[in-house]
């Protein structure tokens, strides 16, 4: 299974890219920001993209707004990474199209587990 992993915290990724990667045997791809994760999600065809909320410049509700309008990366799944886990902003992300939600700060040992399981697999 391969990720884009999208933040643009250097040491979340690092963190998340080992749980996925080495925990839970994924192939990882990084992104820091959302014009960079349109692009590599465009190359890299990942079966599912785990997207930072907050980022400097393009959040992550406008990169996933961005993913869905091009048509070789609109159906990929999106799974946001956020410490605003607020219900009422999870509802929001999940109106705008997000497979769901979790929350920061994570158990990198459980990460790719809960991922599984926010996918259905």
Do not use: W, Y
């Not at 990667?21 to 079966?47: H, I, Q, T």
């Not at 990366?73 to 979790?102: C, D, M, N, W, Y």
């Amino acid at each position: 299974m391969k990720v884009l992993l999208v933040d643009d915290e250097e040491d979340v990724r690092e963190i998340a890219r080992l749980s996925l990667g080495r925990v839970g045997g994924m192939d990882v791809c990084e992104a820091s920001n959302g014009p960079e994760a349109l692009r590599r999600a465009e190359e890299e065809k990942p079966d599912f993209i785990l997207l930072d909320m907050m980022m400097p410049g393009m959040d992550g509700p406008a990169t996933l707004q961005a993913l869905r309008a091009n048509p070789s990366t609109a159906s990929i799944p999106i799974v946001f990474l956020t410490a605003k886990a607020l219900p009422s902003e999870v509802e929001r992300l999940h109106q705008l199209g997000a497979a769901g939600v979790i929350t920061k700060p994570f158990d990198p040992m459980t990460l790719a587990r809960e991922v599984r399981r926010v996918l259905g697999q």
